[in-house]
């Protein structure tokens, strides 16, 4: 049984229709990436998942409980982690409280004070900037805190929307470093991201959308041989 797995599902901002059918499924341990160009319906697929967008039509299940309909903050609880597009961290708080909020629902303070020590050594410039206001670090340090305040949840699943977007290269590397490392840790995560040449040179498996359609699916490694994918995305003739 996959981990997460989405049925035909339809997803709407108002009359515009977003989602048109998506169904795809990312099983336990992988790294399955969503490749496509802005407005493809990437992002509207990882909202649809965390529950800030509701689908009209199809199913969400998680470890095959439907989550579709629940509210944001019991997806949360149940598993659901997401590292959102442009960070949005809260930019008034200290890092400790951005950190501290990704962990408002728990109540085992022994597991959130492990989870915290394990987030501060994936990213010692925040462990150094812990009474830093958000606001006030890079944009680097920033994508870091977004995904801190996500694993603060202890997710089961992982969703990171863009998170190599405005970064420097050499901070691109190490944020996918660490997207690896926790891969390796055994954190199954749903990755969008718009340089797909990294996307798929770490993930296992990945979908490509075009206007709110998976158009086609494959391992990482078929997908950087097809031809579709090597001119759209990679850049390449």
Same mark, same amino acid.
């Given at each position: 049984?996959?981990?997460?797995?989405?049925?035909?599902?339809?997803?709407?901002?108002?009359?515009?229709?977003?989602?048109?059918?998506?169904?795809?499924?990312?099983?336990?341990?992988?790294?399955?990436?969503?490749? %496509?160009?802005?407005?493809? =319906?990437?992002?509207?697929?990882?909202?649809?998942?965390?529950?800030?967008?509701?689908? @009209?039509?199809?199913?969400?299940?998680?470890? %095959?409980?439907?989550?579709?309909?629940?509210?944001?903050?019991?997806?949360?609880?149940? =598993?659901?982690?997401?590292?959102? /597009?442009?960070?949005?961290?809260?930019? @008034?708080?200290?890092?400790?409280?951005?950190?501290?909020?990704?962990?408002?629902?728990?109540?085992?303070?022994?597991?959130?004070?492990?989870?915290?020590?394990?987030?501060?050594?994936?990213?010692? @410039?925040?462990?150094?900037? @812990?009474?830093?206001?958000?606001?006030?670090?890079?944009?680097?340090?920033?994508?870091? !805190?977004?995904?801190?305040?996500?694993?603060?949840?202890?997710?089961?699943?992982?969703? !990171?929307? /863009?998170?190599?977007?405005?970064?420097?290269?050499?901070?691109?590397?190490?944020?996918?470093?660490?997207?690896?490392?926790?891969?390796? /840790?055994?954190?199954?995560?749903?990755?969008?991201?718009?340089?797909?040449?990294?996307?798929?040179?770490?993930?296992?498996?990945?979908?490509?959308? /075009?206007?709110?359609?998976?158009?086609?699916?494959?391992?990482?490694?078929?997908?950087?041989?097809?031809?579709?994918?090597?001119?759209?995305?990679?850049?390449?003739?």
């Amino acid at each position: 049984m996959p981990i997460l797995e989405l049925k035909d599902v339809h997803s709407y901002y108002g009359h515009i229709h977003a989602l048109k059918g998506i169904s795809l499924t990312v099983e336990q341990g992988e790294i399955v990436t969503l490749i %496509g160009a802005n407005g493809a =319906g990437k992002t509207s697929t990882l909202r649809t998942i965390s529950g800030l967008l509701h689908p @009209r039509e199809g199913q969400v299940f998680l470890e %095959g409980e439907q989550i579709n309909g629940l509210p944001a903050h019991i997806i949360v609880s149940k =598993g659901i982690g997401q590292s959102p /597009e442009g960070r949005q961290i809260f930019s @008034r708080l200290s890092v400790m409280e951005n950190l501290e909020m990704g962990a408002y629902s728990r109540k085992d303070k022994e597991g959130i004070k492990s989870d915290l020590d394990h987030v501060f050594r994936l990213f010692p @410039r925040l462990k150094e900037r @812990r009474s830093q206001t958000g606001g006030t670090l890079s944009g680097g340090e920033q994508q870091m !805190l977004a995904m801190g305040r996500a694993l603060m949840t202890r997710p089961r699943v992982l969703l !990171l929307d /863009e998170p190599s977007m405005g970064l420097a290269p050499v901070l691109v590397e190490t944020i996918f470093e660490i997207i690896r490392d926790l891969n390796k /840790e055994g954190v199954t995560i749903l990755l969008v991201e718009q340089n797909a040449a990294k996307a798929l040179s770490i993930a296992n498996r990945g979908y490509v959308m /075009e206007t709110g359609r998976i158009v086609l699916s494959d391992e990482a490694s078929k997908l950087q041989e097809s031809e579709l994918v090597r001119k759209a995305y990679l850049g390449e003739d």
